[in-house]
């Protein structure tokens, strides 16, 4: 990667964003990156046991208030968010899904993506990385020459048979608390430890990926295509 690349994250939900890539998206706004922010689903209404329209907008009004402040903290202001169904993504055209993701792209000119992993046990998780793909081919004008998948805890190492094996680490060891203070923006996303969604379990998740190569704390990604 080169400086002054202009860098999207799509995610599927809210939180996803700093859950996968906040260290490494915090690390690369400091290095002269710019970063915007794509969340396609309201990432609530799934949990109701029923419908309750005015319960749902104050819901969709807080989580949308928790999505500034948590990517101000690691660097973006640029943020574009969309309200899909939660959990329900396959209930929604795939084509109206892919312009969706066309529109702010063709708007903002990315050089690099950052998204979901392929076999995510969330359907949402792997619509939305089909939909970046389809957004995203690789014809003359297409601004886009790096994608790249990140795993979500509680979702990635969930599904079965577990294939995320990643090839791209990045040193998230200066930026490791940033990561964890925009998450404490998520108060109603967060779990207690021993939950991988914990911030401790987040903490021990990046120690480890850091230890397999060599650092104190990582990110790792999954390099889906790669033009130079």
Not at 80 to 86: A, C, E, T, V
Not at 108 to 115: E, L, V
Not at 164 to 190: C, G, H, M, Q
């Amino acid at each position: 990667m080169k400086k002054n690349n202009k860098i999207l994250i799509v995610a599927a939900h809210p939180d996803d964003e700093i859950l996968g890539c906040g260290g490494t998206i915090a690390r690369l706004v400091k290095e002269g990156y710019k970063a915007s922010i794509l969340i396609l689903g309201e990432g609530v209404t799934s949990r109701d046991q029923k419908r309750d329209t005015k319960k749902r907008e104050n819901e969709l009004a807080r989580i949308k208030q928790d999505i500034v402040r948590a990517n101000k903290i690691i660097g973006i202001s640029d943020t574009h968010i969309f309200n899909l169904p939660d959990n329900r993504f396959d209930s929604v055209d795939m084509l109206d899904i892919v312009k969706i993701i066309e529109k702010v792209k063709n708007r903002i000119k990315p050089d690099i993506i950052f998204t979901h992993y392929k076999d995510d046990l969330n359907i949402d998780h792997q619509i939305t990385f089909q939909a970046v793909l389809t957004a995203t081919r690789p014809d003359q004008k297409e601004s886009v020459k790096e994608i790249y998948s990140f795993e979500i805890p509680s979702s990635t190492e969930w599904s079965y048979p577990l294939s995320f094996l990643p090839n791209v680490f990045y040193d998230i060891s200066e930026t490791i608390d940033v990561k964890l203070r925009a998450l404490e923006e998520y108060k109603t996303e967060l779990r207690e430890y021993p939950h991988p969604r914990s911030l401790e379990g987040v903490k021990l998740i990046a120690k480890n990926w850091g230890m397999k190569v060599g650092l104190e704390y990582a990110e790792a990604f999954k390099c889906v295509r790669m033009i130079k």
